[in-house]
């Protein structure tokens, strides 16, 4: 024998043995008596064996064909159970969702997006990793996410995805700083040269800033990496240097005038916000529900709502309204990533002071 027996096959023999014929045995697993009667030929072909005796007052196992119903009752036990198992499995997938989101999508736009899909599915289970948008895609190679959330200027190598919302970044200082009364729009030179509070490498905000710069001739040298933007606000907020983060991350911090936008001339730091997925799979239907109740939410938690005519994603940090306290999502930082709390890296103030002074006016 040079190939595995039909189960199919095994199981309408047992059901043979049970009922004393072909035909009760057919009805049992729904099928007619010539596909039956077909089924078993070919299971004695594989087995090479003569399975069963045909008499005028019906069909009998021959001795060979009783041995083997006795041999295949645990296989059929364990392939049932197989099968109980995957369905089990699929259940749980379908209903399971494995979200990996860069910090700035975690922590003011995925609150909003999951409540909406809460309250059309709820008895879909999220878990939610946060990351930058370098380690969302490196998820994706471990295979344990089901759907990322990335903002950047391109879409990720090896994976294919929607946008789902536009952002744009903003250049913010504190009060006390003297661009706070800045009457005329700085340029990317200027930008360039002040103490820049920025994101760590990976990270999307970084990457357009960074690009931002880059066509403009400059390149982006920060006085300070923080791998969060909660961490950069604060760092800004208490003098440390200029920060350039997205819109509706500092809403809550520009309207308590906390943090004071300026403005920038001949700078594109628009970025879109991207659903991705491999390029080899198709998007579950838990993710597909999900990305249906992106359309339905709010904007944001920090504006009001914003939709871009003629794309269907939504555009983040248009026109605030009131401004309700911001949403955050706990996690730890990613690997690698540097913060003042971690050790042996740089503090914030530390930096700061270390920092060659640069032109800020």
């Known amino acids: 024998m040079t190939s595995w027996p039909d189960l199919d096959g095994l199981a309408l023999l047992t059901f043979v043995a049970e009922t004393g014929s072909i035909s009760r045995a057919a009805e049992r697993v729904g099928v007619t008596q010539p596909a039956a009667s077909l089924r078993l030929k070919r299971l004695e072909d594989t087995l090479g064996l003569t399975l069963l005796e045909r ?18 009752a645990p296989a059929l036990d364990g392939a ?13 997938r379908r209903h399971h969702l494995r979200v990996a989101a ?22 879909i289970a999220v878990s939610l990793h946060m990351a930058n948008s370098y380690e969302v895609e490196e998820s ?53 040269r002040a103490d820049l509070v920025a994101r760590e490498p990976g990270s999307g905000t970084r990457e357009v ?24 606000k604060a760092a800004v907020a208490d003098g440390i240097g200029v920060g350039v983060v997205g819109r509706a991350a500092v809403a809550r911090e520009v309207a308590e005038g906390r943090l004071v936008t300026v403005a920038v001339i001949d700078l594109d730091l628009g970025r879109a916000i991207r659903a991705v997925w491999p390029r080899a799979t198709s998007l579950s239907p ?8 992106i359309r339905t939410a709010p ?7 914003g939709v871009d005519p003629g794309r269907g994603a939504r555009r983040v940090g248009a026109s605030p309204r009131g401004v309700p306290r911001a949403p955050t999502v706990s996690a730890s930082l990613g ?3 540097r913060s003042p709390a971690q050790p042996g890296t740089t503090s914030a103030s530390d930096a700061a002071r270390a920092a060659p002074a640069r032109r800020s006016s």
Not at 80 to 92: I, K, N, W, Y
Not at 107 to 120: D, K
Not at 299 to 305: I, N, Y
């Open 55 to 72: 008499t005028t007052s019906g069909t009998r196992l021959t001795p060979e064909g009783a041995a083997v119903v006795g041999w295949a």
């Open 80 to 92: 049932r159970e197989l099968l109980d198992g995957v369905r089990v499995l699929a259940t749980r």
């Open 102 to 123: 860069s910090l700035t999508v975690a922590e003011y736009l995925l609150p909003t997006w999951l409540s909406a899909l809460h309250a059309s599915d709820p008895d």
């Open 140 to 192: 994706f190679s471990r295979r344990a996410i089901d759907l990322g959330f990335v903002e950047g200027v391109r879409a990720p190598p090896g994976l294919q995805g929607r946008t789902v919302a536009h952002d744009e970044l903003v250049v913010v200082v504190a009060p006390a700083h003297p661009w706070a009364h800045r009457r005329r729009p700085i340029d990317a030179a200027l930008l360039a």
């Open 209 to 232: 800033l960074e690009r931002a710069l880059a066509r403009h001739g400059h390149t982006l040298t920060p006085a300070v990496e923080l791998a969060s933007t909660t961490a950069i």
């Open 286 to 293: 838990t993710g597909r529900r999900l990305l249906a109740s």
């Open 299 to 305: 904007a944001s938690r920090e504006d009001g709502p």
């Open 335 to 337: 690997r690698g990533a």
